[in-house]
């Protein structure tokens, strides 16, 4: 059974941080493209970052690019999401998605991924 669990997410104050993570079970990640995105209330699910099987490519959304950094721990089977400086406008669900590549690439494109964890919820909020 191939799953995804994402953790870490909470209500923090704006300026705060959170570190999500998103740890595999029935796989290793070793070998696959990792994706985070996320869906507020009423809008449609975007892409916030993305990471390659071997870690030596990432990508950002615009939004969040200088204050999320996503990295991953293959001996843990772990992909983190660190999120800084937050803001009210990063309240979303945020979902993490892989996919089995041989390439060193990744995209922030939902239709790229297999696998998709349940969400946890972020809440930025004073």
């Known amino acids: 059974q191939l799953q995804l669990v994402e953790s870490g997410g909470g209500l923090v104050q704006p300026g705060g941080s959170l570190r999500l993570s998103c740890a595999a079970s029935?796989?290793?990640?070793?070998?696959?493209?990792i994706g985070w995105f996320r869906q507020a209330p009423g809008k449609e699910r975007e892409g916030v970052s993305c990471?390659?099987?071997?870690?030596?490519?990432?990508n950002y959304a615009d939004s969040v690019k200088g204050r999320f950094t996503i990295s991953r721990d293959n001996a843990k089977n772990t992909v983190y999401l660190q999120m800084n400086s937050l803001k009210p406008e990063d309240t979303a669900v945020y979902y993490c998605?892989?996919?089995?590549?041989?390439?060193?690439?990744?995209?922030?494109?939902?239709?790229?991924?297999?696998?998709w964890g349940q969400g946890t919820q972020v809440t930025v909020s004073s």
């Open positions: 998605a892989a996919r089995y590549t041989v390439q060193d690439l990744c995209v922030i494109i939902p239709f790229s991924y297999d696998y």
């Open positions: 029935g796989f290793t990640l070793n070998y696959y493209r």
């Open positions: 990471i390659s099987s071997s870690g030596g490519s990432t």
